[in-house]
């Protein structure tokens, strides 16, 4: 494209224009009014197009554009704020491509779409959660939330990004309960570039053989004399954060120092459990990942 035009300010510039025609307009017409070569426009249109920021619309020879619902331009970061609760609003109001919408339209004006996870999503998780236990809606009204969530992630995880080989984790919930957030913090490794083997749900796992299971796991996808390996797993439990960690601990000699253990869940002031990191926060799981990585990178 044409050096010398901002793709944010285009974007500002085509949401304001097409907010205001309720008839669409041409790409032509775009570029007349935008003051920008045609050639030009019609590839950002495409490109915007792909985003799922525009829609396009064929009457007789013309090819109209349009902007999709809940599209704005947002300042960031100072709009963070609002859009969580714009997210949280769609969200519980079953507005599925509102939802999706907003976050193709983060994800693309965001220096760190990172910060759409910690900042818009984990929040709505724990809101959906909140209002959960507190008996505002049911489990089935949950089970469709919780989709509408997951998909949404889908839609960054989807997203081309450059990873580097030697950055590898696994993320494992313990339990179902605990699968929304392990989800987020996969959806978060992958923005900054790790190898993420999401593992999903692990509770059919529990088991004596497990640490074989993982053992045989790990042989396929890291070459622990050569890289670091970092395992998260997340847990509703006290119990279930036991487990995973045992079993990993167990394994944990045959690699030397290379593998590394988070731990994220509740667990009691008194108990012992054996792990690199144990938090609550997954905020605090992410920055320990990168900081133990650089560090053994030195």
């Not at 010398?4 to 097409?18: C, P, R, S």
């Not at 313990?174 to 790790?194: N, R, V």
């Not at 290379?258 to 459990?273: D, M, S």
């Amino acid at each position: 494209m044409v050096k010398g035009y901002q793709i944010n300010d285009i974007k500002g510039k085509l949401i304001g224009l097409l907010r205001n025609s309720k008839t669409g307009l041409s790409g032509i017409e775009i570029s007349e009014r935008l003051k920008i070569n045609r050639l030009t426009m019609t590839k950002y249109l495409k490109v915007f197009a792909a985003e799922g920021l525009l829609k396009q619309r064929s009457i007789g020879n013309v090819n109209l554009w349009f902007i999709e619902d809940g599209m704005e331009q947002y300042n960031f970061p100072e709009d963070f704020f609002k859009i969580k609760i714009k997210y949280f609003e769609y969200l519980t109001r079953r507005k599925e491509n509102l939802v999706y919408n907003l976050v193709r339209n983060c994800f693309h004006s965001v220096d760190q779409p990172m910060k759409i996870i910690t900042e818009i999503i984990i929040p709505g998780i724990e809101s959906l959660y909140d209002i959960f236990n507190q008996g505002k809606i049911g489990k089935s009204e949950l089970n469709l939330l919780e989709k509408i969530i997951s998909n949404s992630l889908q839609i960054i995880n989807l997203e081309s990004v450059e990873s580097d080989p030697k950055k590898k984790i696994i993320v494992i919930s313990a339990d179902y309960q605990s699968t929304l957030l392990s989800e987020a913090a996969s959806t978060s490794f992958h923005t900054e570039g790790w190898q993420v083997y999401s593992l999903g749900d692990m509770s059919s796992a529990i088991d004596v053989l497990f640490d074989l299971d993982l053992q045989k796991f790990l042989s396929k996808i890291w070459k622990p004399r050569m890289e670091e390996m970092m395992i998260v797993v997340f847990s509703s439990t006290e119990e279930g954060l036991k487990f995973f960690a045992e079993s990993v601990n167990t394994i944990e000699s045959k690699f030397r120092r290379n593998l590394h253990l988070a731990l994220c869940g509740k667990v009691e002031k008194n108990t012992k459990i054996k792990a690199d990191l144990l938090t609550q926060d997954i905020e605090t799981v992410l920055q320990w990942s990168k900081t133990t990585f650089e560090s053994s990178a030195d």
